[in-house]
């Protein structure tokens, strides 16, 4: 690198949706007007490059939004606009489409030798993630997750009692998240079909879980129901609970639940409503949405235009006390996390790039190589639904097996299905 030139990340958009507009987009205004400085990189200029979507539409309104506040962006769309984006320059992209879709994308971005950063769940069976954590070795980049849910506050603290082992030793959990009607009616009504909302949020707690808590994965049962967004006996699922079962160094095991629902009544009070519970040898943690921050009614606006019960920690809008306007919360702050490990591993000041490249792959809250159990409860999720929307309920998905690495087990039908024959 010249040292007379301030070091510069280009990056590259697949998919605008909601979730650019949340997180991605308030992250690449900031960085735009403020830069990102670290001792170690010194200051890193970050600018939005280019996107890909589908359509294009979603990119021009943005762009025209954008004059002043973001870089100016080339846009590209259509079924090769990925492989079209990625003829540009660019240091790392990021993908934010519908779940079945990340795969594709995310190994175009990996093989053209860019760093990813992937929304979750990051892909949807184990084959792909070894073809991901391969590919990003192969090419010395990074692969790297969006778990928004552990840079949560809340979520960081139940994990610092843990390690501290104030906290002692988990022994069951609940978690639910329940979003409304408009989210699997409006907002996803284009990709929604053949899927359900606990692969698209139940990922969360999934690795919240696997994270906080470590351990091994050893079952995954499922359920769900149909009817709402779609036909009672169709693929396409209104909520469901599924039940992972984990094993610990000690020899006992706890049981998690986690329910999702995205049918749930556009005036409920908490709008989407979360909440989790752990119960542990010597105490219990509860955490919810509602009770935690503040509610508020206005008039014509509360629901739906704004929520009762604002989530200010994830995402917010405010003006400082010094009069400047801003958007922070944890849920830009993790996509800011990921570009400060690219700039790390391209700019750093300490050892050299593969030592750093190796530094930052070690870790485990987003790193592909280390999402390998919430992958195969997914994986497992997925299955276990698919088999009970052919009329086969009741399917138990296992861990390491003797019969493979993820195995489906029918009831009353002796021969197993392999859903992955290698070690989780």
């Known amino acids: 690198m010249d040292n007379t030139t301030q070091p510069l990340l280009r990056a590259g958009m697949v998919g605008m949706g909601m979730i650019f507009d949340e997180t991605y987009r308030p992250f690449f205004e900031t960085a735009y007007k403020k830069g990102m400085f670290s001792r170690e990189t010194g200051d890193v200029e970050v600018l939005l490059a280019a996107v890909a979507t589908r359509t294009g539409k979603r990119a021009e309104i943005y762009r ?77 980049v990074l692969a790297k997750i969006v778990y928004h849910k552990l840079a949560d506050p809340d979520h960081k603290k139940l994990r610092t009692l843990v390690v501290d082992n104030v906290l002692q030793h988990v022994n069951n959990g609940y978690c639910s998240l329940l979003e409304p009607k408009s ?137 400082e006390p010094w009069g400047e306007r801003s958007q922070r919360g944890y849920g830009i702050e993790i996509i800011e996390q990921f570009a400060r490990e690219v700039a790390y591993v391209e700019f750093g000041s300490t050892g050299d790039r593969d030592s750093r490249l190796k530094e930052m792959a070690a870790l485990d809250y987003n790193d592909v190589s280390a999402d390998r159990q919430s992958v195969a409860a997914v994986a497992a999720l997925e299955a276990i639904l698919e088999h009970q929307a052919k009329g086969e309920p009741d399917c138990i998905a296992r861990v390491n097996d003797p019969n493979g690495g993820l195995v489906l087990y029918k009831p009353g039908v002796a021969e197993p299905i392999v859903l992955y024959d290698g070690k989780v």
């Open 64 to 140: 025209e939004k954008s004059k002043g506040i973001g870089h100016p962006f080339e846009s590209f769309a259509g079924e090769d606009s990925v492989d079209q984006m990625l003829k540009t320059d660019l240091d790392f992209a990021c993908v934010a489409t519908p779940d079945n879709r990340h795969f594709e994308a995310a190994m175009k971005i990996l093989e053209a030798g860019k760093h990813v950063l992937i929304e979750k769940p990051s892909v949807l069976s184990l084959d792909q993630i070894d073809q991901l954590t391969a590919l990003s070795r192969e090419k010395k």
């Open 183 to 319: 989210i699997s009616g409006g907002q996803f009504a284009e990709w929604i079909t053949g899927r359900n909302p606990g692969t698209y949020v139940a990922c969360h707690y999934i690795k919240l879980i696997d994270y906080t808590f470590g351990g091994k994965l050893k079952t995954i049962t499922a359920t769900g129901q149909r009817g709402i967004v779609g036909p009672a006996d169709g693929p396409t699922w209104d909520s469901c609970q599924m039940r992972m079962i984990y094993e610990y160094e000690s020899g006992r095991e706890a049981a998690f639940d986690i329910h999702t629902s995205w049918v749930t009544p556009e005036n409920f009070p908490g709008y989407v409503e979360q909440e989790v519970q752990f119960r542990f040898d010597n105490g219990v943690w509860n955490g919810h949405a509602r009770k935690r921050g503040v509610e508020v009614t206005i008039e014509e606006l509360t629901p739906i235009k704004i929520p009762n019960s604002m989530n200010n920690h994830f995402n917010g809008t405010f003006i």
